[in-house]
């Protein structure tokens, strides 16, 4: 079973870091397209960015481009968030999802993903 597990969340004040990881097991994560995602209070979903399996393509959502970096480790099955120069509407729980199909920019697909994580909360303050 694919099993997806984020962390990193917590508390940071305006302005600083965080770096969240997505931990990944029981599939051939090298084939697979990573997704982060995230659910704001009574906000829809949305995509943050992802990053293709293959030639390792990635890309960012308008909102979060120069600030959050994602990057992958297939060595350690893991892919990981850097985000930096928070905002208090970055506050959000933070999903990662897997897919095998949306390969290069279509991991911009953001309805696709077929295979979900948990989710950890991020907060930023003021």
């Known amino acids: 079973d694919v099993q997806l597990q984020a962390s990193g969340g917590g508390l940071v004040q305006a302005g600083g870091s965080l770096r969240l990881s997505c931990a990944a097991s029981?599939?051939?994560?090298?084939?697979?397209?990573i997704g982060w995602f995230r659910q704001a209070p009574g906000k829809e979903r949305e995509g943050v960015s992802c990053i293709s399996s293959s030639v390792g393509i990635s890309v960012y959502a308008d909102s979060v481009k120069g600030r959050i970096t994602i990057s992958r480790d297939n060595a350690k099955n893991t892919v990981y968030l850097q985000m930096n120069n928070l905002k208090p509407e970055d506050t959000a729980v933070y999903y990662c999802?897997?897919?095998?199909?949306?390969?290069?920019?279509?991991?911009?697909?953001?309805?696709?993903?077929?295979?979900w994580g948990q989710g950890t909360l991020v907060t930023v303050s003021s």
């Open positions: 029981g599939f051939t994560f090298d084939d697979y397209t």
């Open positions: 999802a897997a897919d095998t199909y949306l390969n290069g920019p279509l991991c911009a697909l953001w309805d696709h993903y077929e295979s």
